[in-house]
């Protein structure tokens, strides 16, 4: 199953729609996570139409920032847990493979409120019941040579965002393509749970 996500930016101008049109043609996602969609519920209905997906759970933007938006195809059914202008979170089942959990998340950007990001993963870590899947942009990286540019990221909020994967039982199930996320089309931060036995 191909699932993807992807930064935005603001889709309110149809440049930004054909640009996502053009992506979900060439990459086929049966899930599409997105992030920053500068929209509200309303004016989300008609991109998912036009971007042939059956089914929708959109975070209005507020005032014109953030946004979230959840779109999937008919092969899976998604049932709502819980959501907020950071994640959705869902519980997806399809006709042959187990159930299974999915949480997009769309990290703080302000250093002092990246630990409610932290606080989010480990809450929803502790309600887990099903394998999970955690992508998205956590606004952190896990180490220095994952940032191009500018000054070097203190080595406490990396450490913060490991122990917080570690805590939750997240792996980094790594990326095709170039590293730098900017370049490829894609976002390539996403985490499975790590199956211990």
């Not at 992807?6 to 997105?34: D, M, Q, T, Y």
């Not at 869902?90 to 990001?117: A, D």
């Not at 997240?170 to 370049?183: A, E, M, N, P, Q």
């Amino acid at each position: 199953m191909i699932i993807r996500s992807w930064i935005c930016r603001g889709l309110g101008n149809h440049c930004a729609v054909e640009v996502l049109s053009e992506l979900v043609r060439k990459k086929a996602p049966i899930i599409l996570f997105l992030m920053e969609t500068k929209l509200t519920d309303r004016e989300m209905k008609p991109i998912k139409m036009e971007l042939g997906f059956y089914g929708l759970l959109s975070v209005s933007c507020n005032d014109y920032r953030g946004g979230l938006a959840l779109l999937w195809k008919e092969e899976v059914t998604v049932d709502t847990q819980t959501y907020s202008p950071n994640h959705i979170d869902v519980n997806v089942h399809t006709q042959t493979s187990p159930n299974w959990r999915l949480i997009g998340t769309y990290g703080h950007s302000v250093e002092e409120r990246k630990i409610e990001t932290w606080r989010l993963m480990r809450h929803q870590h502790a309600r887990a019941s099903l394998p999970w899947v955690c992508l998205g942009d956590f606004n952190e990286v896990l180490a220095s040579d994952e940032k191009n540019g500018g000054n070097r990221r203190p080595m406490a909020p990396m450490i913060e965002f490991r122990n917080t994967l570690l805590h939750c039982g997240l792996v980094d199930i790594g990326f095709s393509g170039y590293r730098f996320t900017w370049r490829n089309g894609w976002p390539r931060a996403a985490f499975v749970e790590r199956k211990i036995r």
